[in-house]
T-cell receptor, first 116, second 115 residues
């Protein structure tokens, strides 16, 4: 079965410093990986996805993610954190249901706190 | 703004009652997915509809049901509500059947509180 794990419940970083939010995956077949962000009282917002191709995926709001097949990881990164990046981040993997239909399996989420 | 709308934003009801959550997908998207976010279970897939037909079921209770109408909006019906049904319910949509490269775009959610 497909799964993702987010080993850190919370990540603290100072504004202006680089940030990394970790995600590891376990899949059979090709991995299709996603990052979403959830701000307080808001829905899930899509950040980026890895389907195939370049291991470095660029997404919204200056975020990028590095796909590493040997380490089965898909870590979310940003070179310079902003206080406004403080939110709950979810890693997800696409799981095939049937007839080319898919659902997302989410990790437990990592709360990012960027201090001024 | 993802283009997916959900109503109502908040819902407070009592145990044993029935509620209906509504979702309108992004323009052009034929697939609608329902997810539940709770503190103990995290984010879990409930059910998918594609162009009016049920496509797949996940961890959806028998007390819950959904449908997708000809105008592609979807409703999630929750009945005989229990305290444990209190959660944030998300709707998402994607193009076509949601192939491997399709992104699911989420609505703002409906927060259900069962008292």
């Amino acid at each position: 079965a497909q799964s993702v794990a987010q080993p850190e419940d919370q990540v603290n970083v100072a504004e202006g410093n680089p940030l990394t939010v970790k995600c590891t995956y376990s899949v059979s077949g090709n991995p299709y990986l996603f990052w979403y962000v959830q701000y307080p009282n808001r829905g899930l917002q899509f950040l980026l996805k890895y389907i195939t191709g370049d291991n470095l995926v660029k997404g919204s709001y200056g975020f990028e993610a590095e796909f590493n097949k040997s380490q089965t990881s898909f870590h979310l990164k940003k070179p310079s954190a902003l206080v406004s990046d403080s939110a709950l981040y979810f890693c997800a993997v696409r799981d095939e249901l049937m007839d080319s239909s898919y659902k997302l399996i989410f990790g437990s989420g990592t709360r990012l706190l960027v201090r001024p | 703004d993802s283009g997916v709308t959900q109503t109502p934003k908040h819902l407070i009801t009592a145990t044993g009652q029935r509620v209906t959550l509504r979702c309108s997908p992004r323009s052009g998207d034929l697939s609608v997915y329902w997810y539940q976010q709770s503190l103990d279970q995290g984010l879990q897939f409930l059910i998918q509809y594609y162009n009016g037909e049920e496509r797949a079921k996940g961890n959806i209770l028998e007390r819950f049901s959904a449908q997708q109408f000809p105008d592609l909006h979807s409703e999630l019906n929750l009945s005989s509500l229990e305290l444990g049904d209190s959660a944030l319910y998300f709707c998402a949509s994607s193009v076509e059947g949601g192939g491997p490269s399709a992104t699911q775009y989420f609505g703002p959610g409906t927060r259900l509180l069962v008292l």
